[in-house]
């Protein structure tokens, strides 16, 4: 069957915003034309292909062939990819479009050649909800990929030294507002579990520790002293930390606990008889 094809250059007069589905008068804006926006990451030549044939596969061969290039849509996917993890994650559209910088960027430089493109993607995406001010832990960005925290790891370290960038230090204080929200805590038991954790850090107790384990072993710590009813299993849940591994830190906390609360703080409980806490 006999198909024939139009191609209509995009000069830099067309519109690149949205197309809509119906067409209105010339009286003013269209609010419904189709399509979606220009999107200034992608390089192909923005050509439109007009085809018309009786064999929808071989419209749409064509029409993947002429739309994009290879690089494009390798590029469309790992897009997709991240904002589905990013979804996930309740991320905001400024993490998305930090993340898909981060990607075409790295994919310019050739630097991630050869490696898993969901591993890149999660390392993007890792990369900029911490420059964005929403930190997540390699754990979370695990929680919605299919591969595993030592591929995103050396992804990471390769987008940090191939774009000579950096990421601010993770520190407690991070996590402890979203943890404690999950956990359904008053907002006077957050200010406590950060204090605690900032002492802990300060004096050293928790040297080693990684900071989502410090502001669990705080946030347990702090429901165990106001005798708010949260176990470690349920606070590592929520963290994502091992219960195990919060109760360890909790116990290399106890000793020093006249000097990680507030000084105004008054506990409802002796802390000198918490249970588990030898």
């Not at 992608?42 to 929808?56: C, F, Q, R, V």
Request: charged share 25%.
């Amino acid at each position: 069957k006999q198909w024939y094809q139009r191609r209509v250059a995009i000069t830099a007069g067309i519109d690149v915003g949205s197309e809509w589905r119906t067409f209105a008068d010339d009286t003013g804006d269209d609010p419904s034309r189709v399509g979606a926006a220009e999107n200034p990451l992608l390089s192909g030549d923005l050509t439109t292909s007009i085809l018309s044939t009786g064999n929808n596969y071989e419209m749409q061969r064509l029409s993947n062939r002429i739309l994009s290039s290879g690089n494009d849509r390798a590029l469309v996917q790992a897009f997709g990819e991240i904002r589905l993890m990013a979804n996930r994650l309740n991320a905001s559209q400024a993490i998305i479009d930090r993340a898909n910088t981060l990607f075409k960027n790295m994919t310019d430089t050739k630097a991630l050649r050869g490696r898993s493109t969901e591993a890149n993607c999660a390392a993007c995406l890792y990369i900029a909800c911490n420059q964005e001010g929403a930190t997540r832990t390699f754990k979370e960005i695990c929680a919605v990929c299919t591969v595993s925290k030592k591929q995103i790891g050396k992804s990471f370290k390769l987008i940090l030294r191939a774009l000579n960038t950096s990421v601010e230090i993770i520190k407690t204080g991070d996590f402890m507002s979203r943890f404690c929200s999950n956990l359904e805590l008053e907002h006077k038991a957050q200010n406590i579990a950060t204090h605690v954790a900032r002492q802990a850090v300060d004096l050293d107790i928790v040297a080693g520790k990684v900071p989502v384990t410090v502001a669990a072993a705080a946030i347990y710590f702090t429901c165990l002293a106001m005798d708010v009813d949260k176990s470690a299993k349920e606070i590592g849940d929520v963290a994502g930390v091992a219960e195990t591994t919060i109760k360890q830190t909790f116990r290399a906390m106890f000793p020093s606990r006249d000097k990680l609360f507030p000084p105004d703080f008054v506990p409802k409980v002796n802390l000198d008889n918490i249970s588990g806490a030898k």
